[in-house]
């Protein structure tokens, strides 16, 4: 008989939760300021004359420009043969503590000079592990706001090219050829820097083929993208885009390189700047081919300023605005229009990114429901992962969701949070994901409109205990079923079948009682309805022989 009843409530279940509706929405054509993407500004300080962060002039990066993501260069041409100051680190923390406060974030890199002149234009491999040690645990305190941090240290302005250090091979500067001796230490510099880096966070590297030769020449597999290995957590980022057919040197074989980095960049960040006016190269037609090929998913709005002005005076500048990183469409949400308290709710989205790349840092994405008397909100966690939704195909994201047996009964609204991962960040709407769709987003809250409604109901048991007079009897029914309740005149009683067609029945009222006359109704399941000033009660019920 156990085992019945729970067959019973599964099936009434269902019957409540069957009734879907479909939403479909429009597409916006705004500039959107979704974080970790789009084009940055770029900002740079020296150690020997510290440039601080405005917390005013990068909020006015985000509420004015559009614009989520800064650059910060930090250079320690002070600390070339010492270690980095209390004073300068302390600096940097009042930097990301303002990045914080504007609701932005930022890509971050550390070198030792710019300066194409300079005796000394690194340091040594020695001191550079010693610094890293140094930045550690502002890097772990600032994971929130660290959108990536690209390799740097080695060489000019950090790029890898043109060091003074012969263990690192002095490449560019004396145009020596790599040994595996030199890429071994230059890994060993950058393994110190992911080992320095928080696990979710990710390393630009400026060359495919230093993360060929020192890891892997095969590009990451869907398996292994996201996976926090050292392998998938290393980048790219080119500094030369469009600049000539190689991009200065960026790829050493674009015929095998290409399709390498068309692969990796699914699963790794990819960004950078332009140099050089290249045209027609650097002009918009191939431009806008590769930051798609290569799913970029932000540029330097500040440099090369010849190669920005021709985006824009060529109309293509706005489209990569919107473009730059991910954009998701909402196409249709379907849900049911009524849900019971610990019941699974199908929810089906279906949603485009029309962006080149898909978000590279972890978010959490959830339902989220409004109580329309309360104003309350509860959080819903679903198990899909942004990170992957990503091609020009219709993306489907169906789950069935849990409602908590807590959640009070009644008429609930409907949003998508996609939240930032990072919990100091998680309820902050300038980090969440806006939906580029019109009349759909919450500024106050970072949440998007799903523009439905859901009805929550309680389930069978909690029915009863709300409402323990009503008793209907016997189970199962073969030629009358009674439904016995104090005051049942106020009452409307009313029979459905399992396909939620009314039922018209001979109905006899005695006293207390309702007596329905069922002979001739097919044997299954049934649902009584009992209402009383909009409360309904619904019950299972069977009809049939024992």
């Known amino acids: 008989m156990k085992t019945f009843w729970i067959s019973l409530s599964i099936l009434f279940i269902q019957w409540t939760v069957a009734q879907n509706s479909t939403v479909n929405y429009q597409p916006s054509t705004e500039v959107i300021a979704n974080p970790e993407r789009g084009f940055f500004k770029f900002t740079e300080t020296h150690s020997n004359a510290y440039t601080a962060l405005n917390t005013t002039t990068l909020t006015n990066y985000r509420i004015n420009q559009k614009i989520s993501l800064i650059y910060r260069v930090f250079y320690l041409e002070n600390f070339i043969n010492s270690p980095i100051s209390s004073a300068y680190l302390a600096q940097m923390q009042l930097d990301f503590d303002k990045v914080r406060a504007a609701g932005l974030k930022c890509i971050i890199r550390f070198a030792y000079s710019d300066n194409e002149d300079a005796m000394q234009r690194d340091a040594s491999k020695a001191m550079m592990l010693t610094h890293i040690q140094q930045i550690a645990p502002l890097l772990q305190a600032n994971e929130d706001v660290i959108s990536v941090m690209q390799a740097g240290f080695i060489g000019l302005w950090g790029e890898w090219y ?99 980095l068309e692969q990796e960049t699914k699963f790794v960040p990819m960004g950078g700047e332009t140099c050089a006016v290249n045209l027609p190269r650097s ?78 840092n972890a978010r959490t994405v959830a339902l989220v429901l409004k109580n329309n008397t309360t104003q309350q909100y509860i959080s819903l966690p679903m198990n899909t992962d942004p990170r992957r939704w990503l091609g020009t195909t ?79 009897y016997p189970v199962p029914a073969q030629d009358l079923l009674t439904i016995q309740l104090t005051n049942i005149e106020s009452y409307t009683i009313a029979l459905y079948n399992a396909l939620g067609q009314k039922i018209t029945t001979k109905k006899t009222q005695q006293s207390d009682k309702v007596i329905l006359d069922v002979k001739g109704l097919s044997n299954g399941v049934y649902f009584v309805d009992i209402e009383k000033d909009g409360i309904k009660d619904t019950r299972p019920i069977v009809l049939g022989d024992d």
């Open 162 to 260: 043109y060091t003074s250090q012969a263990e690192f091979g002095g490449w560019g500067y004396n145009q020596t050829d790599l040994t595996p001796a030199n890429n071994n230490h230059r890994k060993d510099i950058l393994n110190a820097i992911l080992n320095a880096l928080p696990a979710s966070r990710m390393v630009q590297i400026r060359y495919p083929a230093f993360k060929q030769q020192m890891y892997s020449n095969t590009a990451l597999s869907s398996t292994q993208g996201f996976s926090q290995t050292q392998v998938a957590r290393i980048g790219h980022h080119n500094d030369c885009f469009l600049a000539s057919a190689t991009d200065y040197g960026t790829y050493e074989n674009p015929t095998t390189q290409y399709p390498y």
């Open 283 to 360: 002009g918009c037609a191939t431009a806008v081919e590769e930051l798609a090929k290569f799913h970029w998913s932000f540029m330097n709005i500040d440099y090369f300023p010849g190669v920005i002005n021709g985006f824009e005076s060529n109309n293509c500048f706005t489209d990569m605005e919107k473009k730059l990183g991910y954009r998701f469409e909402m196409r249709s949400s379907t849900l049911p229009q009524n849900a019971v308290l610990g019941a699974t709710i199908p929810v089906s989205l279906r949603l485009v990114n029309t962006g080149y790349a898909a978000p590279y």
């Open 394 to 472: 219709e993306i489907v994201v169906s789950e069935n969701i849990p409602l908590p047996t807590s959640l009070p009964v009644g008429n609930y609204s409907v949003y998508l949070h996609v939240a930032d991962a990072s919990p100091s960040l998680t309820n902050r709407p300038e980090y969440a994901i806006r939906l580029a769709n019109q009349n759909m987003w919450d500024a106050t809250t970072g949440f998007n409109n799903l523009n439905f409604n859901i009805n929550v109901t309680a389930p069978l048991a909690l029915a009863d205990i709300a409402n323990p007079q009503a008793v209907i």
